[in-house]
């Protein structure tokens, strides 16, 4: 005897909803990332740079609009972490200007010199 099975009744909008919500995935951002400056576009492992140029501005966000932190002199070092654009997110290693060891701030790349990852 061969017995035949009804179709399911459709799912309404809401129960589609619920599901699709469900199945959504997401991704967590990278290790490296967490905790970092969310005004990055681009995470990169962390490395080692110097500044090549005198009295370069550190400043709290990626663009001259942002406050200055201080002034970088040539070979003050930095622990670069990600960047925007032409600006790089970075630790200050070591300033000549006295800059805090640890300091977070933001320096246009092409002031930055011996890039080494």
């Not at 919500?21 to 080692?48: I, K, M, R, Y």
């Not at 622990?79 to 320096?107: E, F, L, N, P, Q």
Request: net charge positive.
């Amino acid at each position: 005897m061969i017995r035949r099975i009804a179709p399911r009744a459709a799912a309404g909008p809401a129960a589609m909803a619920v599901a699709a919500a469900a199945l959504t995935a997401t991704t967590a951002p990278a290790a490296h990332a967490v905790g970092e400056n969310s005004q990055c576009t681009h995470n990169w492992p962390d490395f080692t740079a110097t500044a090549g140029k005198n009295a370069w501005n550190f400043r709290s966000g990626p663009s001259p609009g942002y406050r200055s932190l201080g002034y970088l002199y040539r070979g003050d070092k930095l622990t670069v972490m990600c960047s925007r654009g032409s600006w790089d997110c970075a630790r200050i290693i070591s300033s000549k200007s006295g800059i805090r060891k640890g300091t977070k701030g933001w320096v246009r790349s092409d002031g930055l010199i011996n890039l080494a990852g």
